[in-house]
């Protein structure tokens, strides 16, 4: 018989909530990229304007887990192409936040690219999380003939199938997958072959849209990031959309590189308090 009292549906709706941990969110800025074009990051911006961008990893913590949400870098392939400034290597500016590099427990990767995967060999008992298709992608058919590899560190795949013979790869099998209780991955638009960004549920919700969305201004502006074709900019407009929709408010979602993330929040050094 069914039941539809108070009685009935509350204890319901409190095992819901009970199931799903109040998770605090931390940006950690490790370095900044200076005089980066801005056009390089939101669709018809002046070609003369630039701008500091901030390198940022996210710390994730709750119900037992300790995440990283993407994991810097620290081979220094791509540096002649994009100098940094006070640069701190991510195992150490997590220590910053009180996390020792072993106590992490995950890490999620939202795209293969230097500076987002670079860092997951930095923490040696993480299990490394990654959309199924980004990792057959650029550990297979990126390298083969008419394949599309840049912004790949060649050490940093090396590393993803090591870690997948040592049995910590998880892969995230499409779009709208629980990987954790209350936090949730999203494809985003072919930023990369198979990019992800994630929801993190409670009171309120935030979305983590890493390169899904570089800056607050692709959000204010309707414009797309960089991706692959520009076949791919009406896609990368349409997540963004939903990233508001999934954070319920564009004020809650965290774009990748944008250094307004640290005065929008309340910050202490390279750490900014999301929630």
Known sequence: MKCYSL???????????????EYSIQAIRYASSPD???????????????????????????????????????????????????????????????????????????HAHWDHMGGIDLFPKANVWIQKEEYRYYTMDAWQPGGQHGGIEPEDAKQLVQLNTEGRIRLVDGDNVEIFPGIRAYTGARHTYASQYLRVEGNPNFVLASDNCYLYRNLSSHMAS??????????????????????????????????????????????????
């Open 36 to 110: 980066v074009p801005v056009s390089e990051l939101v669709i018809g911006a002046p070609k003369d304007e630039k701008i500091e961008i901030t390198m940022v990893i996210w710390l994730i913590r709750g119900g037992g887990h300790t995440i990283l949400f993407d994991s810097g870098f620290h081979r220094d392939t791509f540096l002649k192409d994009f100098p940094m400034k006070d640069y701190v290597r991510p195992d150490e500016a997590v220590r910053l936040a009180g996390v020792n590099p072993e106590e992490v427990t995950d890490i999620v990767i939202s």
């Open 226 to 275: 960089a991706t692959f074709s520009d076949a791919d900019h009406p896609a990368n407009i349409a997540a963004q959309s939903r990233m508001i929709e999934l954070a319920g408010s564009a004020d809650r979602v965290v774009p990748g590189h944008d250094a307004l993330q640290f005065h929008k929040f309340p910050a202490d050094g390279r750490i900014a308090q999301i929630k």
């Open 7 to 21: 009685a009935c549906i509350i204890p319901i709706l409190f095992a819901a909530s009970a199931s799903t941990p």
